[in-house]
């Protein structure tokens, strides 16, 4: 079974900074891209960052600047570093997984089909 598990949201005042974490765990033969997308009341899901298998990065144009991806592949773990948030960055912060997966021998590549739960970012004025 794959899982992707986040954490790192909480409650900040606008010009702080938080650092999200997305891990992967389970039968996964290979990581191939690790996205951010949020989503705020109201609002469709946008995307916010992706970083590939080869550490190539791409931002929304709304966080660029201020948002940093980054991977640590030993722990199959990507981080996202929000700085200098603002209000309008309050939404949920959920990890998509585009990933190999080994399903009894056979492998699979599934871009959309693995989420974390989850993590609130609430940004105060």
């Known amino acids: 079974q794959v899982q992707l598990v986040e954490s790192g949201g909480g409650l900040v005042r606008a010009g702080g900074s938080l650092r999200l974490s997305c891990t992967a765990s389970g039968t996964i033969s290979s990581i191939n891209a690790i996205s951010w997308y949020r989503q705020a009341p109201g609002k469709q899901r946008e995307l916010v960052a992706v970083i590939?298998?080869?550490?190539?990065t791409n931002y929304a144009d709304s966080v660029k600047g201020r948002f940093t991806i980054s991977r640590d592949n030993a722990k199959n773990t990507v981080y996202l570093q929000m700085n200098s948030l603002k209000p309008e960055d309050t939404a949920t912060y959920y990890c998509n997984g585009d990933l190999t997966v080994n399903d009894g021998g056979i492998?699979?590549?599934?871009?959309?089909?693995?989420w974390g739960q989850g993590t609130q970012v609430t940004v105060s004025s």
């Open 107 to 114: 492998y699979y590549r599934r871009r959309y089909d693995y």
């Open 52 to 56: 590939s298998s080869g550490g190539g």
